[in-house]
């Protein structure tokens, strides 16, 4: 694969990318070419130990948005991120895939349990029109559930912000291992 080939298969691969990133590193790459041919080299052997820009360019998405997600975490360059990671091989579907979807059906699952416990007085209240008997009882222990579940999305909220901070550390470790870097 010649310069030209080579950049064109990157530039076709990076074009998700903004275009102030797409010519920075396509600009980068120009560069490798150039050092090299000033070394002697032709451009099927630079090419050839550049790698297939295919991959480098799914490395180069993939780091994008986990860089992205330093500047601005949001669940969108989130999902960006661990799709990236994921397209990087059979290995991280396993391995990025099946923890991140065990912990997201957690997290909807203790966030489904805080509402309904925040929600117990309307439930109680429900239960009035339907019974129409109060009971001191079961009003107090809707307050204490109620209050109970406001704590928990309490912790939710901080334990979800954990697991974005980890789970980004966990890809970028992940993509480390996929590029052969310790």
């Known amino acids: 694969m010649n310069q ?9 691969n990076l074009s998700a990318l903004p275009e102030g990133e797409r010519k920075d590193i396509l600009s980068d790459y120009q560069e ?3 050092a090299g041919k000033s070394e002697g080299k032709s451009e099927e052997e630079i090419a050839k130990k ?10 180069l998405r993939t780091m994008y948005h986990l860089d992205q ?20 091989s ?3 579907l396993v391995f990025v895939l099946g923890p991140f979807l065990a912990l997201v059906g957690v997290f909807i699952a203790f966030y489904t349990a805080a509402a ?5 007085p309307f439930l109680h209240l429900f239960d009035l029109l339907l019974i129409r008997e109060f009971e001191w009882f079961p009003f107090f222990a809707s307050l204490a559930f109620s209050g109970l579940g406001i704590l928990l999305l309490i912790g939710l909220l ?25």
Do not use: C
């Not at 550049?50 to 490395?59: C, F, H, R, V």
């Open 32 to 34: 490798y070419f150039d």
């Open 50 to 59: 550049l790698g297939n820009p295919k991959q480098i360019a799914k490395e």
């Open 4 to 12: 030209y080939m080579f950049l064109k298969v990157l530039e076709t």
């Open 69 to 88: 997600l330093e500047t601005d975490p949001s669940t969108s360059n989130f999902m960006r991120a661990v799709i990236g990671t994921i397209s990087l």
């Open 90 to 92: 059979f290995f991280n």
């Open 116 to 120: 309904i416990l925040t929600l117990a």
């Open 158 to 182: 901080h334990a979800t912000r954990a697991f974005f901070h980890l789970f980004k550390k966990y890809l970028q470790w992940n993509v480390r291992i996929v590029k052969g870097e310790k």
